[in-house]
């Protein structure tokens, strides 16, 4: 009896115990419900009112001239919200290649290391996020005729409720002792900073090498998201080497989230889900499939060449891949192709096509130099072509010996078959280029025409839309929208701190003085800007570099059209090169890979890359002839 009765008494106290646990996970499936909820209405806003202005512009002639304000206030909070699903799914870019190789009780300390230094981040991003936020408040919006608080707000709501994620998320998946070692990691350093913070300011910029090389690297080794030791690293720097107001990096990383451009992340994000969905990439695969499947790596020069085409559309390299990958990846793995493989070739395509336009990059480069952008259009297609060429090279190799005895060959007639049945889902890549060229569309907009005729196709057409899938796809968009647009706002405030440093001047009076001439130049130069693209966004790089370079360019005999050209390419092969590349991790987190299996693929392909980008800068006429 008396045994009966301490057992009892256990499992009442067990129950006790756990009652914490159990309102903590159940207020945890409320708030997400509720985020997800919000996201899903947000991204299905953006699309109705950008598609509206599209109508009310080309159709009615009655232009919205809100449409693309109220555009930009939604998709920084979808941005902001999408973040926070992405830290509660554990969605963010991180390199795990260094942890995964630990035990499971030292991975699991060094997870839980990684979510407090990621809370850590948050609470630095909070105060002045809503010091910022209330500066704005005075600000009127052209437009809409309201507060820019509506807009700003979103960066302190959004830290809020990823600070709220990551706590409920560190105290559910780790021990207590291991958050207790790592609490007491953090404050030890902390305390260490604190102590030689005085000597920092002496070091000058012997600074940068501390917070923007070892506190990245250090960061992204440990497994912390990448995005999380962009912004650790940028607040070392300016809090404790110089008198900056923190909340000037929030205003920072408003800008880079803010660029109307990116706008088309999600909603490519939603239209590739979208093809998926409807018919579309069954369609389009099976055609493709019965023209090249029988060739060793076909549908692997399907996917270099359709990059090559619809890059630009967007003005978004991670929309173009959004908008591929879904439709390529599927098939390609049932076709045992390596998933590392595939996304080390997707990452590499993307810095291939960076010259295609109307690449975003190749507007801003002459409006920064004053280069004519027609003539930057007219010189970057040869040159995205070569570096093709180079990366079909390197699959040829890799697939040679590829067991194709599997696959079914097609006569002409299932070929033509296949492709009347496929024609509607082939045309959509001509339909957004067309609605872009005829001006039917901005590159914003022109998604949701895409959006719009995938729904048409599969609903009328193909007759396999599933509407109770249409929730679920618009959270998954904004979500993978969220962790992309969040590491770019961290980048973009990196790429700040790096400029008021004084690192840019120094770097263009280094290469201005150079022994070598012409040829060391331009070799110094592909050197500089591979890594500025691996720790920078394009745009800023050029907005920072190109006034700076380009006279010395001209200076030196270099022809600037070639010289941008080479610049471009450079900076791409920077962008999506592991393991700082941001376009690397932007490619993982689109085609759902952990970045650790596409490390050891990547090499071949960028060095083929590297290879074609010294063929485009050693012979001019690559990039000049068509001039």
């Known amino acids: 009896m008396a045994n009966h009765v301490l057992t009892a008494g256990s499992a009442s106290a067990d129950v006790l115990a756990s009652s914490p646990r159990r309102w903590l996970k159940r207020f945890d499936r409320a708030l997400i419900v509720l985020v997800e909820g919000v996201c899903a209405i947000l991204l299905a806003t953006e699309v109705l009112v950008l598609f ?101 707000l979103a960066l302190p709501v959004g830290a809020a409720l990823m600070l709220l994620v990551g706590l409920i998320r560190l105290f559910e998946v780790s021990r207590m002792r291991d958050i207790a070692i790592a609490l007491g990691v953090c404050a030890v350093a902390a305390a260490g900073i604190a102590l030689v913070a005085p000597a920092l300011l002496e070091l000058g910029k012997a600074n940068l090498i501390i917070f923007f090389v070892g506190v990245v690297a250090i960061g992204i080794f440990s497994g912390v998201p990448i995005c999380f030791s962009f912004a650790l690293a940028t607040f070392g720097y300016l809090g404790l080497t110089t008198y900056t107001p923190l909340e000037v990096i929030v205003g920072r990383m408003d800008e880079g989230m803010s660029h109307l451009v990116l706008l088309a992340v999600p909603l490519f994000v939603f239209l590739g889900l979208m093809i998926e969905m409807a018919g579309l990439a069954r369609a389009m695969i099976q055609f493709l499939a019965s023209l090249v499947g029988h060739v060793h790596g076909g549908l692997s020069y399907v996917l270099i060449g359709t990059m090559y085409l619809v890059s630009g559309i967007s003005g978004s390299k991670v929309a173009d891949m959004a908008a591929i990958a879904p439709v390529l990846f599927p098939e390609m793995k049932k076709r045992g192709a390596n998933e590392g493989d595939l996304v080390a070739l997707l990452a590499t395509a993307g810095a291939q096509t960076e010259t295609v336009p109307p690449s975003i990059v190749l507007i801003t480069i002459g409006s920064v130099t004053g280069l004519s952008i027609s003539a930057l259009f007219t010189a970057g297609m040869l040159p995205a072509i070569v570096l093709a060429v180079t990366l079909c090279f390197v699959v040829w190799m890799r697939y040679r010996k590829e067991d194709l005895r599997h696959v079914q060959r097609f006569s002409r007639r299932e070929m033509g078959r296949m492709f009347l049945v496929a024609l509607p889902a082939l045309a959509l890549p001509f339909v957004i280029r067309a609605a872009v060229v005829e001006g039917i569309a901005t590159a914003t907009e022109v998604s949701t025409i895409g959006i719009v005729y995938a729904m048409v196709i599969g609903v009328f057409v193909y007759r396999q839309f599933q509407w109770s899938k249409l929730p679920r796809m618009l959270v998954d968009a904004a979500t993978l929208s969220g962790a992309i647009i969040f590491i770019i706002g961290c980048a973009t405030a990196m790429a700040w701190a790096l400029t008021q440093s004084g690192f840019s001047q120094d770097l263009a009076d280094l290469m201005m003085h150079l022994p070598g001439g012409a040829y060391a130049f331009m070799a110094l130069s592909i050197v500089v800007f591979i890594l500025l693209g691996s720790v920078l966004e394009g745009i800023p790089a050029i907005v920072l570099f190109g006034p700076l370079l380009f006279p010395i360019a001209r200076l030196a005999g270099i022809n600037e059209i070639h010289y941008a050209i080479v610049v471009i390419l450079s900076m791409g092969v920077g962008l999506f090169s592991p393991p700082f590349g941001v376009g690397y991790y932007s490619a993982c987190a689109i085609s759902k890979v952990n970045p650790d299996a596409g490390m050891r693929p990547i090499i071949g392909y960028m060095g083929a890359l590297i290879a074609g980008l010294i063929l485009v800068a050693a012979v001019p006429w690559l990039s000049t002839g068509f001039l």
Do not use: K
């Open 52 to 152: 509206a202005g599209v109508i009310c512009r080309y159709a009615l002639h009655q232009p919205l001239v809100w449409s693309d304000e109220l555009a930009g206030i939604l998709f920084l909070w979808l941005s902001m919200f999408g973040a926070v699903l992405a830290l509660r799914r554990g969605e963010h870019m991180r390199m795990t290649a260094f942890v995964s190789r630990l035990s499971p009780q030292g991975r699991a300390f060094v997870d839980t290391l990684a979510i407090t230094l990621s809370v850590a981040v948050l609470v630095l991003v909070f105060v002045p996020a809503l010091d910022y936020a209330t500066g704005e408040a005075a600000i009127v919006t052209p437009a809409l005729q309201i507060s820019n608080a509506w807009r700003a």
